[in-house]
């Protein structure tokens, strides 16, 4: 039988790697090449994640910009640029047709309600009224194109009391606002003040995770929006909050206050609803552990060499041990047990564990800690295909994440990975506007594009 399965999993191991290696990609249809995007993204990370999700199935996103680009070009650790681009924005300009037009002059909103006629679908992200200031707000363009999708993408919605408030829409604001960051981080120790700890202050989550939840949201939004408008003709308005998508992944935070008053409060390393679940300093770094179910807490006690001596075989419950004074004790105990040994001995320890140990085949989970240069060296990531160099006809061969999805019949791709403000103006312009190359002139040299 072990052999059978063995047999089993290399015959699915290639028929699947036949379907969705990204290296077959480009032979394969595109979900979404009958759709034209306009993406109107200012200033937000949110609206250029959610229209590169389109772009990587096939859509035609264009990618409408101020003469000289947006602002979010420039956002690049520590002022690097490669070719001209902040190095944020080669992330999420894939795919794009990349074109400019000051939507502040009249006659560049003549021009965007031409191409919103022809539109499936619009993404922008600026604060709530300015679309409808400019005649060009969902209720203006819907009368010439009554199946346009509009998704709205801001800090604090299209209404409620903050909708309209001068507070920009910047990802650390929204995490700021969700509720999410304040629990986020190291705590206070009992009887410390902030002056003796200052690094117990609520920690932000990585780069744009708020602005990404945000776009995810309202990619997944627009989705669901088609397939409405293929049921019935007609497309509809969307309001995705920056912050309000943060806190969606909040789990059960608003749950606990509202049925005990509790508030959700930092616990460092550690988690308030779990036991074992944390990370743990190693000999030559750290690890995850992740031992949610009594066995598997039962299973490291074990797997250390602690048996008898932490009286595992006697508990009954892993409830006792997530109540937070516990946690502190416990997590002592943990964590001198895992500074002998390295990381990778921790890993290759719970693998053994699984085969051979007491309680096998559960174990303790031990992860190790990857840094971005680990990552992308991954034997793993490397035969997907996520961590592929695209060969870019402006900016060369660049490393730049592909779809982290598989699909059989229409997997994404990656056909470039950006281009310059206006690159693609002289190509979209003409062929669906039909301006030709005297009236382009013109428009470049009066500022509207």
Known sequence: MAGNKRADWSEWSSWIRERDDPKIAHTRPEALDDLLVLDLSSRSFAGCHCSSFLAEHGAEVLRIEPPGGDFIRTCTPYGIVYEGEGLNYLTEGRNKHHITLDLSRPEAREIFKKLARKADIIIETYA????????????????????????????????????????????????????????????????????????????????WIAWFMAGTFMAMGILSALHWRMKTGKGQALDVATSEAYARIDDFVALWYEHTGRISERFGNLDIALWLYCFAPTKDGAVFLGGLRLEMWQAFADMVGKWDEWGAESWTNVAPFTKEEEQLKWSERVFAETRKYTSSELVDMSLEYSRHGRLAPITCVVAPILSPEDCMKDANWIDRGIFVPVSDIIYGDVMTARGQYKMTETPPRTHWVCQPAGHANESVYARHLELDASELDRLKNQGII
Do not use: H
């Open 128 to 207: 709530p009224g300015t679309m409808d200031d400019w005649g060009l707000g969902y209720e203006d363009l819907k009368p010439d194109n009554p199946g346009l999708i509009f998704g709205s993408i801001t800090a604090f919605g299209a209404f409620g009391p903050r909708s309209r408030s001068r507070m920009a829409d910047y990802d650390n604001i929204a995490q700021a606002m969700s509720g999410f960051q304040y629990d986020t981080g190291q705590m206070l120790p009992a009887g410390k003040s902030y002056e003796e700890c200052p690094w117990a202050v609520p920690t932000k989550s990585g780069p």
